[in-house]
């Protein structure tokens, strides 16, 4: 980045969290918004025993080694717990282990066709879905190998976010998810996109839209389970990308 290290365009932690906070700054029912993060992203150990695979997921700002890495529940208070019953986030996490980024409670199983809800989920009140570049164990590629815009900078989860949503036309939410996962593997990467959600809606009664088709809340209860007593997993792979 070659921004000033004062300038609010560089992407410091504070500035990335401020970011966020503004974004859904007020929000209002009816009212829509995107995000999206290209980056860096890691794991660290989670001591409130609310990760079933005991990591948090994080994002990697400019200014990690005197400021620290942003988790994924810092995130959802940000940009999550914010939004009000009929306002609408679609989310892009293009960043190693960004899974769970956003700590949605359900995520969608492609093989089951189901949603699963987490055992210790964050409960929220607006309609909010992440697409994310890869499993949260798993890293994310950069470069696109057949480049659309003959380039090869850039992360490979948007280049096939962005050609699946060119190809398709209101696709439901599993039909989008299977075709950027054939964009990935049409280009060689391994890595799996995932989506997760904070409303377990009907996925077939629901087409893809940014604008359109807000769920009202369908959580009884809104808000984070407490947390249980786990040890990590052992497939942390010990840095970010």
């Known amino acids: 980045d070659d921004a000033p290290p004062s300038a609010p365009s560089r992407p410091t932690r504070h500035n990335i969290l401020a ?17 999206q993060f290209s980056g860096h992203g890691s794991q660290q150990p989670d001591h409130s025993g609310r990760e079933e695979d005991g990591y948090n997921e994080t994002v990697v700002p400019c200014d990690y080694q005197s400021a620290g890495h942003i988790v994924d529940d810092e995130l959802w208070g940000s940009l999550v717990g914010a939004l009000p019953s009929g306002a609408k986030l679609t989310a892009l996490m293009d960043c190693c282990h960004a899974g769970t980024g956003l700590d949605l409670a359900f995520s969608w199983d492609m093989r089951r066709q189901q949603w699963t809800v987490d055992d210790c989920p964050s409960h929220a009140r607006g309609d909010v879905q992440l697409f994310s570049g890869c499993l949260d ?4 590629s950069d470069g696109d190998r057949l480049g659309t815009y003959q380039q090869r900078t850039g992360g490979a989860m948007t280049g096939a976010f962005i050609r699946a949503f060119q190809a398709l ?5 599993p039909e989008f998810l299977a075709r950027i996962r054939s964009e990935l593997q049409a280009r060689g990467f391994q890595q799996q996109p995932s989506l997760s959600s904070s409303q377990p809606f009907e996925v077939h009664d629901k087409v893809l839209t940014l604008t359109d088709g807000i769920v009202a809340n369908l959580n009884p209860r809104v808000g984070k389970a407490p947390g249980r007593k786990r040890r990590p997993m052992q497939h942390m792979m010990g840095g970010g990308g």
Do not use: E, N
């Not at 966020?20 to 029912?29: D, E, I, R």
């Not at 164990?137 to 994310?140: D, E, I, N, W």
């Open 137 to 140: 164990h798993q890293t994310s």
């Open 19 to 35: 970011a966020c906070t503004a974004l859904v700054h007020a929000a209002q029912p009816g009212d829509v918004f995107f995000f």
């Open 169 to 173: 036309s209101y696709p439901t939410y």
